[in-house]
């Protein structure tokens, strides 16, 4: 069985209230090797991940410059999520976005 496949960049939203969207969504976590670690083919392991009914999330995330100059940075989080079909990754991220997208969570 295929399984569908998106992946989503979000900026600037902290990490603890998008695990908490994903929790309520349904999901928990999965354990993982360490973070941040590199397999021997050099893809780079997930920070986490998460998983609910028929459904997965992977996350990492890197810390970006704001400014060239200025030593200030913001978390960038690169999430994959991973269904049964097409219909259900769509639902899945639609109702994930409609938290993740919102002021003030």
Excluded: C
Aim: aromatic letters at 8%.
């Amino acid at each position: 069985m295929v399984q569908a496949v998106k992946e989503i960049t979000l900026r600037g939203v902290p990490i603890w209230l998008l695990r908490q969207y994903l929790e309520q969504l349904g999901a928990s976590s999965i354990d993982l090797p360490p973070p941040g670690a590199t397999d021997p083919d050099g893809v780079v392991r997930p920070d986490a991940a998460m998983s609910g009914e028929g459904w997965t999330v992977l996350w990492r995330t890197e810390q970006q410059p704001i400014h060239p100059r200025l030593p200030t940075r913001i978390d960038e989080h690169y999430f994959v999520f991973t269904a049964g079909s097409e219909a259900e990754l769509d639902s899945l991220i639609e109702r994930f976005m409609l938290k993740a997208q919102r002021g003030g969570g």
